[in-house]
């Protein structure tokens, strides 16, 4: 494996030099596992370009949410165990209404419905098995750190163009690279990547929830070990997972509100966001406290409408950002990468990524509606609504081969 502060193509000197088989840009969890998976399955060379480095995301302490069916993804390249907490029983409700679903992992012969982890344990995980898997394919994959990728455009029939910027030697030095095909996976630049893959075609599907996610980590003092909750209220989804902070046992915390109330819920005192956490969860799990720092940010669906365009294709967050009830974001991210690495074992070919947006299509359409519809029908006001969505819940806790369905698109996708 070949690793680069930054590229060892700069300037006009790229014009010059042999394309490469595949240039993946970002490398985050789905971009890491994409590049383990390719090496495991295909004989192409492939840069893996990020404008970060491994210690910067090793570092970082979000909690996220993986499903089975990802842990199987990722047991595929070695990149399990993670360090986990297993979410062995599911409760979904409304808060202050009747009606509430519980899924439980007997129920579907796994040993966990999912697991939270931190995202730099994973990628790190991620890391170790690329490594192994580059020993394994000497030659074959070259790592570029520090470096921006900003356009991608075809270069001819049989290549695409890669230009950027170069950060850690060179401050600014423009970089170009040439490539078969391009991936671009990494999720802040999904924005130009959508509207690139857009053009002449229907546009980017987006919706603002006028909702801000408000994270971070919490004990309390009638823990249930193994149980997440989403609880549905007035304001939006309330979410809590099992997790673990600085050693301390507890529960990593989504709640999604209107962003003025965000702003004013971080600007309490612990002991005062505590409190009116309590009063929005209820007391089954007594009191709460904060442990650790508060952060927020906006809530919103952006979906590019196509994924593939001639030899550029998006997957994860440079694809589809999602809201993140449920938890499917990474999951679907990490079906994209496996989905486009199987697909490319026919070639290095447009053709192949066509196929992969076809075999794909509706898994990603089913996660995108899934995820959008629950916080908008939850959202909307009134108690015949209320109720309304009350029943829905205690039926379809009753209709067992509907609940299954759900349930095991949400930990396998369609892919089964």
């Known amino acids: ?128 098995a690329l490594a192994r898997a580059a020993d394994a394919a000497p030659g074959r994959l070259e790592r570029v750190f520090e ?31 040439a490539a078969r095909l391009a991936i671009q996976a990494e999720g802040g630049l999904f924005h130009q990547q959508a509207q690139r893959l857009a053009r002449g075609t229907e546009t980017t599907r987006r919706r603002d929830y006028g909702q801000t996610a408000i994270i971070g980590h919490v004990t309390c003092t009638q823990p249930q070990p193994g149980w997440a909750w989403e609880r549905f209220t007035e304001e939006g989804p309330l979410a ?84 993140p009830v449920a938890g499917q974001g990474l999951n679907l991210g990490l079906r994209d990468a496996f989905a486009l690495a199987d697909s490319l074992r026919a070639g290095c070919t447009p053709e192949a990524l066509q196929a992969f947006a076809s075999r794909h299509r509706v898994d990603r359409a089913m996660t995108i509606g899934i995820t959008d519809f629950l916080p908008r029908v939850f959202g909307v006001g009134g108690p015949l609504a209320a109720h309304a969505r009350g029943a829905s819940l205690a039926a379809l806790a009753c209709l067992a081969p509907i609940k299954h369905s759900l349930a095991r698109h949400m930990m396998f996708g369609a892919r089964r």
């Not at 985050?28 to 840069?47: D, E, Y």
Request: charged residues 20%; glycine residues 10%.
């Open 147 to 177: 470096t921006r990728i900003d356009n991608i455009e075809p270069d001819g029939d049989d290549a695409v163009t890669l230009t950027g910027t170069a950060h850690a030697d060179h401050d600014g030095l423009p970089v170009r690279y």
């Open 240 to 323: 809590l997972l099992p997790h673990e902070e600085h050693g301390a046992s507890g529960y990593a915390l989504v709640w999604c509100c209107a962003p003025e109330e965000a702003q004013r819920r971080l600007a309490l005192s612990d002991e005062e966001f505590a409190e009116e956490l309590g009063r929005a969860f209820g007391t089954r799990m007594g009191r709460f406290a904060l442990a650790g720092k508060r952060h927020a940010f906006p809530l919103g669906l952006n979906a590019a409408p196509v994924t593939v365009s001639d030899r550029v294709v998006a997957v994860g967050n440079a694809a589809q950002t999602l809201h």
């Open 1 to 128: 494996m070949t690793q680069q502060g930054n590229p060892d193509l700069q300037g006009s000197a790229a014009a010059t030099a042999a394309p490469r088989d595949i240039v993946i840009v970002g490398s985050g969890p789905v971009g890491l596992a994409l590049a383990g998976q390719l090496l495991r399955c295909t004989p192409f060379r492939i840069t893996l370009i990020d404008a970060a480095t491994p210690a910067r995301a090793a570092r970082d302490p979000r909690a996220i949410a993986l499903s089975h069916g990802s842990r199987q993804l990722l047991e595929q390249i070695g990149a399990w165990p993670v360090p986990a907490q297993a979410i062995e029983h599911i409760h979904v409700s409304q808060r202050g209404r009747f009606g509430h679903l519980k899924l439980h992992r007997d129920d579907y012969d796994v040993p966990a419905l999912g697991y939270v982890v931190k995202y730099g344990d994973l990628c790190q995980t991620l890391e170790r």
